[in-house]
């Protein structure tokens, strides 16, 4: 019996191991990993304490959760007392699990601190031990319970966002801003994408600094830290709160400054929406040197191979957006060959009805008999005139005009297209087009040769339309300049 009850344990022994290997990624089972670069959380860097950290800007329409719209990691080692920080564009294309690619900052909406310290660890290749969140409604706060910040705006600032109801407008120079304006700071964004925000909230992060460890704040901390707590949700120890803050302020005051970075990368747009690449092989590079860690050949094979599946997941994404682009290229060609039918169709009913109306009034006339003459005095016999021969072609090219721009440009091409010699119609307007095309209704040399010099660049077809009234239709589009 004794035999039978050790034999029992040591199989449930044996098992419990298995399921523990396998969930926390024991090396020998490296190959069941989840993650693309089929390392265990364990063999993840993990010298240092990580902690993520999200600014959400939480938002009330459609119950949506909102986005963590600023987003780095702290690296801190309490023996070494170093502390660095990594800033992650928002923008930076990941494998949120779950969920497929899409920007890191989404990982919040589909499941909040805890997906985007998952995708965060995946990402970077390191172990993310806590979080701390703040939303931006705390951060006005914050700002304001400390008297506001003094910087410097590098430029002017104004953008309007319609989804978020924000408006950004800052003046270039120094300025004491309060709670509002400092959003205003941080959130702005312009050509410089992503880049130049972080380049700003981290500007704003050392300004924070200085002030909060000026002597006019030290006197009012007590009841500060109290009422910052209450902005902050965060599951990392107040001890280590404590020890963190103490590093800070020896590495800003005694070493010269705090280290930072950001991802490194290039942007990138796919289906008209920017992303940021990341570039796995060098940020993992990066990693080993922020955590104070050694390069391993697991460790660099794993961020080859995952460098690998982003480059193919890219490839992929680019091929799809420029099929999509043929299709709808195809289907605009569609549209206006059935567009110019359309027309041409109604023309010829419209001739043929003409026609019967005038074989009806000559009937009706025909009923009442002939109609005499009133006598003319003849003076002399006229000679007999030969018709004048047809002409070939119309002696100026006539084009119909449509805009299609989704911006009032079927104006301003009209007027210079009539500058060119040609007859122009106003088309009126139509659904938007990506492509300017000018569609010839007749294949006469001299006509297509004419609209082959339209004063803007543009497409070119050819429809034959007989009994239209003009030589070519222009569509104007979005690409007109």
Partial sequence: MKKIILLIVAVIAAASYLVYAYMSGDPMFGTLAKTMDDLPRNERLGAKKNIVVLGVDGREKDDDPGRSDTLFVVMFDPKSKNVSLLSIPRDTRVRIPGNGWDKINHAYAFGGHKLTQQTTEELLGIQVNNYVMVDFSGFESLVDAIGGIDIDVEKDMYYYDDWDDFLIDLSAGPQHLDGKKAIQYVRYRDEEGDIGRIKRQQKFMMAVYEKISSAQILTKMPGLVAEIMKMVKTDLPVSDMVAMGGALHGMIREQGGLQMATVPGTPEYIDDISYWIPDITDLREQMVEMQGAQMTDRYRQGAEKMEAEYRRNLIAAQEKEKQQEVEAKLEEAEKT?????????????????????????????????????????????????????????????????????????????????????????????????????????????????????????????????????????????????
Wanted: net charge positive.
């Fill in 337 to 481: 060959e059935k567009k110019i039918k359309e027309e041409s169709k109604a023309k010829s009913k419209e001739k043929a009805d003409a026609e019967k109306k005038a074989k009806s009034k000559k009937n009706k006339t025909d009923e009442l008999g002939p109609v005499e003459p009133k006598e003319e005095k003849m003076t002399e016999t006229p000679k007999a005139v030969k018709p004048p021969a047809k002409e070939s072609s119309r002696s100026t090219i006539t084009v119909k005009v449509v805009d299609c721009s989704g911006r009032g440009a079927g104006s301003d091409a009209a007027a210079k297209l009539a500058a060119s010699g040609f007859d122009v119609v106003d088309g009126g307007t139509d659904p938007e087009r990506d492509q300017t095309t000018v569609v010839s209704t007749t294949s006469n040399g001299r006509v297509v040769s004419k609209l082959t010099a339209v004063p803007f660049p543009h497409a070119m077809r050819i429809l034959r339309a007989d009994d239209a009234e003009y030589d070519a239709v222009i569509f104007i589009g979005k690409d007109y300049q």
